[in-house]
T-cell receptor, first 113, second 111 residues
Framework: DAGVTQSPTHLIKTRGQQVTLRCSPKSGHDTVSWYQQALGQGPQFIFQYYEEEERQRGNFPDRFSGHQFPNYSSELNVNALLLGDSALYLC????????????FGPGTRLLVL | RKEVEQDPGPFNVPEGATVAFNCTYSNSASQSFFWYRQDCRKEPKLLMSVYSSGNEDGRFTAQLNRASQYISLLIRDSKLSDSATYLCVVNLGNYGQNFVFGPGTRLSVLP
């Protein structure tokens, strides 16, 4: 039973560039949430996708956008990268009706230079 | 005031010690509460949910006081393998989820 997978594991970008991060949920899960974790901080909720729509959103600018595909996998896109976007980006999956039990992927570590 | 605050840490304790972590939250409408554990450079993993009646899982005991908006985690007989960052988590959403994580408290259990 595959757990949550994310790609790539590491990424280096420069300011102003755009990045796309990918997540495949745990088998049987249909809900995907994205978090940003800066060094020394707890994860911050970006948004949640269910049935290919953004269902909840945290306090992040419109530069952060996402998508969920029919197979429940998801992408996080960040435009116009800033140095402050450097962080670990975590994807978590859960099953609708059981959203409180979420499983995290290993994350993508993004460095913006 | 931050939505979820935790003891700043780090906590350095000897093996076998009992250690307690405290957490406070600001939103009285918070729906559910959790403790997560995060090892260095790894993803967070659910340690336990927290209920008003209190709950225990082996050496771990979690308590919730809704009136004081306070959550605690007690670890008894600490092991070297308990060394990690402990994250207090509050779910603000009653539809879907809106998990708010605290900054975490780092624990080092020393031999």
């Amino acid at each position: 039973d595959a757990g949550v997978t994310q790609s790539p594991t590491h990424l280096i970008k420069t300011r102003g560039q755009q990045v796309t991060l990918r997540c495949s949920p745990k088998s049987g899960h249909d809900t995907v949430s994205w978090y940003q974790q800066a060094l020394g901080q707890g994860p911050q909720f970006i948004f949640q996708y269910y049935e290919e729509e953004e269902r909840q959103r945290g306090n992040f600018p419109d530069r952060f956008s996402g998508h969920q595909f029919p197979n429940y996998s998801s992408e996080l896109n960040v435009n116009a990268l800033l140095l402050g976007d450097s962080a670990l980006y975590l994807c978590a999956s859960s099953l609708a009706g059981f959203q409180e039990t979420q499983y995290f992927g290993p994350g993508t570590r993004l460095l913006v230079l | 005031r931050k939505e979820v605050e935790q003891d700043p840490g780090p906590f350095n304790v000897p093996e076998g010690a009992t250690v307690a972590f405290n957490c406070t939250y600001s939103n009285s409408a918070s729906q559910s509460f959790f403790w997560y554990r995060q090892d260095c450079r790894k993803e967070p993993k659910l340690l336990m949910s927290v209920y008003s009646s209190g709950n225990e899982d082996g050496r771990f005991t979690a308590q919730l006081n809704r009136a004081s908006q306070y959550i605690s985690l007690l670890i008894r007989d600490s092991k070297l393998s308990d060394s990690a960052t402990y994250l207090c988590v509050v779910n603000l959403g009653n539809y879907g989820q809106n998990f708010v994580f605290g900054p975490g408290t780092r624990l080092s259990v020393l031999p």
